[in-house]
C-alpha cells in the first residue's frame, strides 16, 4: 500500500499494484510503502487520521481501503479474516488494510442482560392449561467458549428456559402452583443453570411474571375463593356470636348470684 503524504500530511492511499505519477507541486510529495502481506492491521495513529479526516476525497478513499469497528465497552469481538479466526478484540477502535482480504467481526455483549419468554401454554399435573410468561437475567462469563460451541447463545437459553419451565411446570397442580411461585422460579433456575453453566453462561435470575387462566378456569376460581370468604365469614359471625351468648352467660351467673 502507498501512503501519499504532501508537505507531512497525508493526501491519498494507493492500492497495490497502483501505477502512476504526480505533478510535482511546491510543497514535497513523499510516497510511503507498507507492507501489508503479513501484518495488515493499522497503527492507531493512522487509523485515527483517516477515520476522522474531513476530507471528502480522502475519506472516500479511506473508506474503499480499510475495515474498522469498534468494540464498546463491556463487549468482546472476534476477528475472522477470511473465514479463520484471528484473535479476541478488547475494547477499542481497530482498522486493517481489507485490499485481497475479506473480514468478519462478531461482537458479544459481556453485561447482564434480560431476556422474556412469553405466552408459554403448559398443561399442570391436574391436566388444567395455563399461560406463563416467564423473565430470566443471565450473563456471558465465557465470550471464547461459547463461540466455540453454541451458534447462538440467546437461542440456546430460551430453549432450555422453556423446557425447564416446561417441565417443573408439569409435575405441580394448579393449586401447587399457585401457592408458591418462588418455588417454580427456584426449580427452573436449578435446571438450567446446570446446563447453560458448561458453555460460558451464568443465570442469575428467573422470575415468573403471570400465570394466566384460561376463562372458564378464573370464573371457578372465582367462586372457589368466594365461597371460602363466605365460610370464613361465617366462622367469624359464628365465633362472635359464640363470645356474645358466653359473655351473657356470665352476666346472668353474675345476677344470679347477687
Given at each position: 500500500v502507498g501512503l501519499v503524504y504532501?508537505?507531512?500530511?497525508?493526501?491519498?492511499?494507493?492500492?497495490?499494484s497502483r501505477?502512476?505519477?504526480?505533478?510535482?507541486?511546491?510543497?514535497?510529495?513523499d510516497i510511503q510503502l507498507t507492507d501489508i502481506s503479513a501484518e495488515f492491521a493499522l497503527p492507531a495513529n493512522l487509523a485515527r487520521v483517516l477515520l476522522s479526516t474531513r476530507d471528502p476525497i480522502l475519506l472516500k478513499t479511506a473508506s474503499n481501503a480499510i475495515t474498522s469497528t469498534q468494540i464498546p465497552e463491556g463487549h468482546t469481538g472476534f476477528l475472522e479474516v477470511d473465514g479463520q479466526n484471528h484473535g479476541v478484540l478488547t475494547q477499542g477502535v481497530y482498522a486493517w488494510w481489507s485490499f485481497?482480504?475479506?473480514?468478519?467481526?462478531?461482537?458479544?455483549?459481556?453485561?447482564?442482560?434480560?431476556?422474556?419468554?412469553?405466552?408459554?401454554?403448559?398443561?399442570?399435573?391436574?391436566?388444567?392449561?395455563?399461560?406463563?410468561n416467564l423473565s430470566a437475567t443471565w450473563q456471558i462469563t465465557d465470550a471464547i467458549l461459547i463461540k466455540a460451541a453454541l451458534a447462538d447463545p440467546h437461542?440456546?437459553?430460551?430453549?432450555?428456559?422453556?423446557?425447564?419451565?416446561?417441565?417443573?411446570?408439569?409435575?405441580?397442580?394448579?393449586?401447587?402452583?399457585l401457592a408458591d411461585k418462588n418455588w417454580l422460579n427456584q426449580h427452573v433456575q436449578e435446571l438450567v443453570a446446570s446446563k447453560v453453566t458448561e458453555y460460558g453462561i451464568a443465570l442469575k435470575s428467573v422470575g415468573a411474571r403471570d400465570i394466566i387462566l384460561p376463562g372458564e378456569m378464573k370464573a371457578?376460581?372465582?367462586?372457589?375463593?368466594?365461597?371460602?370468604?363466605?365460610?370464613?365469614?361465617?366462622?367469624?359471625?359464628?365465633?362472635?356470636?359464640?363470645?356474645?351468648?358466653?359473655?351473657?352467660?356470665?352476666?346472668?351467673?353474675v345476677m344470679e348470684g347477687n
Open positions: 504532501q508537505n507531512q500530511v497525508i493526501k491519498d492511499i494507493l492500492p497495490p501505477q502512476g505519477a504526480y505533478w510535482k507541486p511546491n510543497k514535497p510529495i485481497n482480504r475479506r473480514f468478519a467481526i462478531k461482537q458479544m455483549d459481556l453485561r447482564l442482560q434480560n431476556m422474556e419468554i412469553n405466552g408459554q401454554e403448559i398443561l399442570t399435573k391436574d391436566r388444567v392449561s395455563l399461560r406463563i437461542e440456546f437459553l430460551y430453549r432450555e428456559l422453556q423446557l425447564a419451565l416446561r417441565t417443573v411446570v408439569s409435575t405441580q397442580t394448579l393449586d401447587e402452583l371457578i376460581l372465582t367462586e372457589v375463593v368466594e365461597a371460602q370468604k363466605k365460610a370464613e365469614a361465617n366462622l367469624i359471625k359464628r365465633r362472635e356470636e359464640t363470645q356474645a351468648t358466653r359473655s351473657l352467660h356470665n352476666t346472668a351467673k
